[in-house]
């Protein structure tokens, strides 16, 4: 990661910008009911292997800051949300889902899940210059 | 770079929280890029695992060129059939990797790892 890093630093013209941009799974992604800003009725984890990979990512940038070859110039987060017709819909995209956990922690009761669902999950992003 | 003094400063926006997209797996282009805060106009943009080119056909729009790469050249073929539908002939697909690219020193303003590390 570091190496995709410096090839990045390499074909940047200097104070060029470099945007790093991921899924935030350091926060659950919210499934919320009937609208995308409707109540919040479950979360979904991230799988740990991925986890961990993102970790590896956050220390690879960490490490290009540190050795002051980029530094930081603004960061944040959005939040997107995908629409699902129904649970057993959200229940199939998550079966081979790359990142997400294989299923939704539910706050409510089956009887209370209303549809159609939302999938709101972050997004991070973080703006560097070459220095 | 014009795209830094004028639009980014060290604090500005930390941590805000800004709206997603609705309807796609992954946020639009325009709302990415809004979020960034970035003024594209004139400059030379490297969007790096770019895919089908979700962000490069965005950025695209503003920049002067943009380069997609991705080392999957179905997408790629998709991504160039997308630009000239579009009919946005400043984005180049190539294929490559994200740790080697076979790309000039200091030729671009801009690089951009979406969904990448």
């Known amino acids: 990661m570091v190496d995709a890093l410096q090839e990045a630093h390499r074909i940047l013209v200097p104070h060029g910008v470099f945007v790093d941009a991921r899924p935030d799974s350091r926060v659950p992604a919210r499934v919320r009911a009937r609208t995308a800003r409707g109540r919040v009725i479950g979360t979904i984890g991230t799988q740990r292997p991925t986890k961990t990979d993102d970790q590896l990512s956050d220390r690879a940038v960490h490490e290009v800051v540190r050795r002051k070859i980029f530094r930081s110039r603004r960061h944040g987060r959005l939040w997107h949300a995908i629409p699902f017709e129904d649970s057993a819909e959200l229940n199939d995209y998550l079966r081979d889902h790359l990142r997400f956990s294989r299923r939704v922690e539910w706050s409510v009761s089956a009887a209370r899940r209303a549809t159609p669902l939302f999938v709101e999950r972050a997004v991070r992003f973080e703006i560097l210059e070459k220095l | ?117």
Do not use: H
């Open chain 2, 1 to 117: 770079m014009r795209c830094f003094p004028a639009q980014v400063s060290g604090t500005a926006s930390a941590g805000r929280i800004l709206p997603g997209g609705l309807g796609f797996l992954r946020p639009p282009a325009e709302i990415e890029l809004a979020a960034y805060g970035l003024d594209l106009r004139g400059l030379r943009v490297a969007d790096i695992g770019a895919g089908e080119g979700r962000l490069a056909l965005g950025a695209a729009r503003d920049a002067a060129s943009v380069l997609a790469i991705d080392p999957d050249r179905g997408a790629l073929a998709r991504g160039r059939a997308e630009a000239r539908r579009q009919g946005l002939p400043n984005v180049k697909f190539s294929e490559g990797a994200a740790q080697s690219l076979r790309l000039p020193d200091a030729s671009f303003d801009v690089v951009i790892f979406s969904w990448t590390l």
